[in-house]
């Protein structure tokens, strides 16, 4: 049974941090581009960062020099350390799998930021 499993979400405060995690099960980790989306109220799904089994990443202009992607082929996981968040950083975070004809999504984990 194919899935991804997120956590890590919560509220923190602007200028916290958190980090999210995202567990793979039933897939060939390796064959796969990882990746972490996001989903804000009232907004379109957008990339925050994505990265391949060799490492390459691709990272979204709004998270450049705040998060940061890694993943651990044996443990089957992608991570997100998010730093300096901002309110409008608030939205549900989804963790991404995709590979040739193929395009995988968990359930997603909630970040609220808010003072």
């Known amino acids: 049974q194919v899935q991804l499993v997120e956590s890590g979400g919560g509220l923190v405060q602007p200028g916290g941090s958190l980090n999210l995690s995202c567990v793979a099960s039933?897939?060939?980790?390796?064959?796969?581009?990882m990746g972490w989306y996001r989903q804000r109220p009232g907004k379109s799904r957008e990339l925050v960062e994505s990265?391949?089994?060799?490492?390459?990443?691709n990272t979204a202009n709004f998270a450049k020099g705040r998060f940061a992607i890694g993943r651990d082929n044996g443990k089957s996981t992608v991570y997100l350390q998010m730093a300096n968040l901002k309110p409008d950083d608030t939205g549900v975070y989804l963790c991404?799998?995709?590979?040739?004809?193929?395009?995988?999504w968990g359930q997603g984990t909630q970040v609220t930021i808010s003072s």
């Open positions: 039933g897939i060939i980790f390796r064959d796969y581009v």
């Open positions: 991404n799998a995709r590979t040739w004809g193929e395009d995988l």
């Open positions: 990265m391949t089994a060799t490492g390459s990443v």
